[in-house]
């Protein structure tokens, strides 16, 4: 099934002066399209860290996804770690300058022109606005930092990461999770394909444990389903979903 690695590039995110939204909508949209999200790294705006960390998930899996440092200022060095990467030239895109000019009515200025600068050979591909392109190298998606720039172009890219995707049952239970911890071990005996997970809700009145079972199968997560709810007694359980 299709993998990802997930790189969030930012001094700010670092810092702590801004907090990334970023990865876990990914990993929530990802997940939804059938792509299993398998690292997630955080690094700083450095040419060299962005080289080397973006090759190792380039190389590992199917699908790349950065996130941050594309605009027009000094510390936007995404591109440049691109290249890097693969060891090619940053060129001028007459594509994206011309963008700009209809976006913007008139010349761009150096500033802007800064973003029409791309590493050679990448793909550029229309993204839900009006000028700026997702631009793609090799399996490397290069995505803006702004949260809501970011999710307007993965929604109008979205179809190209289609994998199989998950299907989901989640089981709320009124006991703790070391009360039914037995009943999970035997269910995951019969159902070893299962991706089970058990996640205590400290403050909740109405149920203690929230419970998901996960699977690709359908029929699979069905019966697994069915099999956790004969075990657990009928008082335990709040609800299904």
């Not at 299709?2 to 949209?29: F, H, M, Q, W």
């Not at 040419?47 to 973006?54: F, P, S, Y």
């Not at 090799?138 to 994998?163: A, C, D, T």
Request: charged share 25%.
């Amino acid at each position: 099934m299709p993998t990802a690695g997930i790189l969030i590039i930012g001094n700010e995110i670092l810092s702590g002066k801004v907090a990334d939204e970023n990865s876990p909508y990914l990993c929530r949209e990802l997940r939804g399209l059938g792509v299993d999200t398998e690292r997630i790294l955080t690094i700083p705006d450095d040419v060299q860290v962005i080289a080397a960390e973006l090759k190792v998930l380039s190389d590992a899996y199917d699908f790349v996804f950065t996130s941050g440092g594309i605009g027009p200022t000094h510390d936007d060095l995404t591109i440049e770690g691109v290249a890097a990467a693969f060891g090619v030239a940053i060129e001028h895109s007459d594509s994206i300058e011309e963008r700009i000019r209809r976006a913007t009515g008139k010349e761009p200025s150096e500033t802007l022109l800064r973003m029409a600068r791309v590493p050679a050979g990448a793909q550029l591909l229309d993204s839900g606005d009006r000028w700026f392109p997702l631009v793609v190298v090799k399996n490397v998606y290069i995505f803006p930092g702004v949260p809501e720039l970011l999710r307007k172009k993965f929604e109008s890219s979205r179809e190209l990461f289609r994998g199989i995707p998950f299907v989901l049952k989640k089981v709320f239970v009124r006991q703790n999770e070391s009360e039914i911890a037995p009943m999970l071990n035997e269910l995951l005996e019969q159902y070893p394909e299962l991706l089970l997970g058990s996640y205590p809700r400290i403050g909740q009145e109405s149920f203690h444990v929230m419970l998901t079972l996960e699977s690709r199968d359908p029929g699979y997560v069905q019966d697994a389903l069915d099999a956790l709810l004969e075990k657990l007694p009928e008082r335990a359980i709040h609800r299904v979903e």
